[in-house]
């Protein structure tokens, strides 16, 4: 049985939700850390909540909000004649919502350690908050970018429960490779088990390894 439709569609599902993600955590993430609206810990605990919600009660809940029946879910029916769930794009609406904390926890992280005297000096120039964003901010808060990114590429690769929960096992389709390490155990393919496994054990720990690499020489990349 080969896996690399599984490999191919999970890599597309990755690269899709981190540049969403990335576009996402920029503007939410500048307003976390710039904000002093009594709101802000609300917002900072809805964006951690994928954290510590199951991801099958995550699932669930999206998967009520995807059907045909719903109103996200009837919007889709009629703008693309087929069902948000059990399909790829549902699968990149879960994935952006469940990994949205590991994309914006470090650009805020990042853009808290910018330095206030960096920001109110392109205010004195005349720079909009705008400006100071992607003129000043940004760039000193790239590795908490390159941070956000690289978590949220590697978390989307290892999700599970939410994609089962929401795109099901269909293969070609919405069978990504947890899915398909999941299906090895289940028919006693251990040989495809244990080398999807090994490929994403390598890939966490690079992944973390690359990490603590950027948050040891600083520059705001700090996650949490």
Do not use: C
């Amino acid at each position: 049985m080969s896996v690399w439709p599984s490999v191919w569609l999970t890599l597309q599902l990755a690269a899709v939700t981190t540049v969403i993600l990335m576009l996402i955590a920029i503007p939410l993430g500048w307003w976390l850390a710039t904000t002093r609206a009594r709101t802000r810990p609300l917002f900072e605990a809805i964006t951690a909540l994928p954290l510590v919600l199951p991801p099958t009660v995550l699932g669930f809940y999206l998967l009520i909000l995807m059907r045909p029946d719903s109103a996200i879910g009837g919007l889709w029916v009629k703008a693309t004649g087929s069902t948000l769930a059990f399909s790829f794009p549902g699968l990149v609406v879960a994935s952006v919502i469940y990994s949205l904390p590991f994309a914006v926890q470090p650009m805020q992280s990042a853009f808290t350690a910018v330095p206030r005297s960096a920001l109110d000096a392109a205010r004195t120039l005349g720079a909009s908050g705008r400006d100071a964003l992607f003129t000043v901010a940004l760039p000193l808060a790239r590795r908490g970018f390159l941070t956000g990114a690289v978590l949220s590429f590697a978390h989307t690769i290892g999700e599970f429960g939410v994609v089962l929960m929401v795109g099901g096992n269909i293969p070609g389709r919405t069978r990504v490779v947890s899915i398909e390490v999941f299906n090895s155990v289940e028919t006693l393919d251990y040989a495809t088990a244990h080398l999807l496994s090994y490929w994403l054990l390598v890939l966490s720990l690079s992944v973390l390894t690359l990490v603590y690499f950027l948050n040891g020489r600083g520059g705001g990349a700090r996650v949490g």
